[in-house]
Nanobody, 124 residues
Framework: VQLQASGGGLVRPGDSLRLSCAAS????????MGWFRQAPGMEREFVAA????????YYLDSVKGRFTISTDNAKNTLYLQMSSLRPEDTAVYYC??????????????????WGQGTLVTVSS
């Protein structure tokens, strides 16, 4: 499977932004998708995940209530709607796919497919 992330940019604190991740190729083996982010000088961290039935979603505590993960299975596209953005949300955001959603939830879990990353900068 190939994952293509897009939608990053420079925004001001309090603004909103929507990231997209288009999947192509052999997608049927993947039952969950999610987003990670990596800020400068920091380790990559989990942000949000969703099972492709759309019944279960999980979020990093600091983004709960501000970010919403969703999928459009007809378009094989994953989204991350980000609102009330803060400077600490500045990072490169990566989308990923995994066979099971717990891959996103366990320490050291490694999704088997990754997108190339899209930069989100929140600054006044």
């Amino acid at each position: 499977v190939q994952l293509q992330a897009s939608g990053g940019g420079l925004v001001r604190p309090g603004d909103s932004l929507r990231l997209s991740c288009a999947a192509s190729g052999r997608t049927r083996r993947y039952q969950a998708m999610g987003w990670f982010r990596q800020a400068p000088g920091m380790e990559r961290e989990f942000v949000a995940a969703i099972n492709l039935r759309g019944t279960d979603t999980y979020y990093l505590d600091s983004v709960k209530g501000r970010f919403t993960i969703s999928t459009d299975n007809a378009k094989n596209t994953l989204y991350l709607q980000m609102s009330s953005l803060r400077p600490e949300d500045t990072a490169v955001y990566y989308c990923a796919a995994a066979e099971i959603i717990t891959t996103f939830l366990v320490v050291g879990g490694k999704p088997s497919a990754w997108g190339q990353g899209t930069l989100v900068t929140v600054s006044s």
